[in-house]
């Protein structure tokens, strides 16, 4: 009796035996390009998998991920960083079983972390680390030395850009910066609000062989996200889209994605969703060097 054979696996979904990234910072150069969404969702995707999850706010003094969640916190990072809590004390219930510690809101110290703060940060991010499968950290937007000094402290970078040509400017400086101070950084790339995939990977291409052909190194696509009213409609109910609409078209995306970052590898060589970048860069790659 014909046997129909089975379907190959993806690339995407490749095991590696390498140990995964377990600590995942998501970034961008730019404000206003749903950063914040991406992590937010990312994070319930993961959780909805059956991963231990733990959403780290790290803009620490302008958080916001507990607003577009409408979660009502009694106190912050900040009262980790000073030990008047402990970490457990300051998580919050979040979506699909994701567990929040939420940022201060117009606390201007906190954007510069005493070496006090830094090591009670680091202890804190070593016991979530020690009670959870995934870190995810939404990182504040830029290069400040705060936003630098968090995206350090995780195995993977997530640049998350729309196809605004400064939003990309943006996210190409991103990664030189890091890149500049750790040039084993693994640094992928999601394209957020795009009409369709293709042209999320042309935002793609034009940032990737701008690295390699002035950086000296490559970005990974890990997909993107269109343009979708669910999202504005979740936002707006201040839910994540995966619980309020979780077959909605950007949430299918968004699961995808999480998907892929959760069968990435620790190892330099990661995965690499999309072929190397030829060295002839397109004729708008040169505003990005």
Not at 217 to 242: E, F, K, M, T, W
Request: glycine content about 8%; some cysteine.
């Amino acid at each position: 009796m014909h046997q129909t054979p089975p379907e190959p696996v993806p690339p995407a979904l490749s095991l590696s035996p390498t140990p995964p990234v377990r600590v995942i910072a998501v970034a961008s150069g730019k404000g206003g390009v749903g950063k914040t969404n991406v992590a937010i969702n990312v994070a319930a995707g993961l959780s909805r998998y059956g991963h231990r999850v733990a959403l780290i706010d790290g803009d620490f003094g302008l958080g916001s991920v507990d607003v577009m969640l409408g979660l009502t916190p009694r106190a912050h990072v900040g009262h980790v960083l000073s030990g008047e809590r402990t970490l457990s004390e300051v998580l919050l219930d979040g979506p699909c079983g994701v567990r929040i510690l939420p940022a201060a809101s117009g606390v201007q110290p906190l954007t510069t972390l005493t070496a006090e703060q830094r090591a009670r940060l680091d202890a804190a991010l070593a016991e979530a680390r020690a009670t959870h499968d995934f870190l995810i950290i939404d990182t504040a937007p830029g290069i400040g030395d705060h936003v630098v000094t968090m995206l350090t402290l995780a195995q993977h970078v997530l640049l998350v850009t729309s196809t605004d040509p400064a939003a990309m400017v943006d996210a190409y400086a991103v990664a030189k910066v890091l890149w500049q101070i750790a040039p084993g950084a693994q640094i992928s790339l999601v394209a957020n609000g795009v009409r369709n995939d293709a042209e999320g990977r042309q935002a793609f291409r034009q940032i990737d062989r701008a690295a390699v052909r002035f950086l000296g190194h490559n970005l990974r696509y890990l997909g993107s996200v269109p343009d979708d009213q669910a999202v504005r409609d979740a936002i707006v109910q201040q839910r994540a889209l995966l619980e309020h609409l979780p077959q909605a078209p950007a949430s299918r995306s968004l699961r995808l994605i999480a998907t892929r970052l959760a069968t990435l590898s620790a190892s330099p060589g990661g995965l690499r969703l999309m072929p190397r970048a030829g060295d002839t860069p397109d004729p708008e790659v040169w505003r990005c060097a």
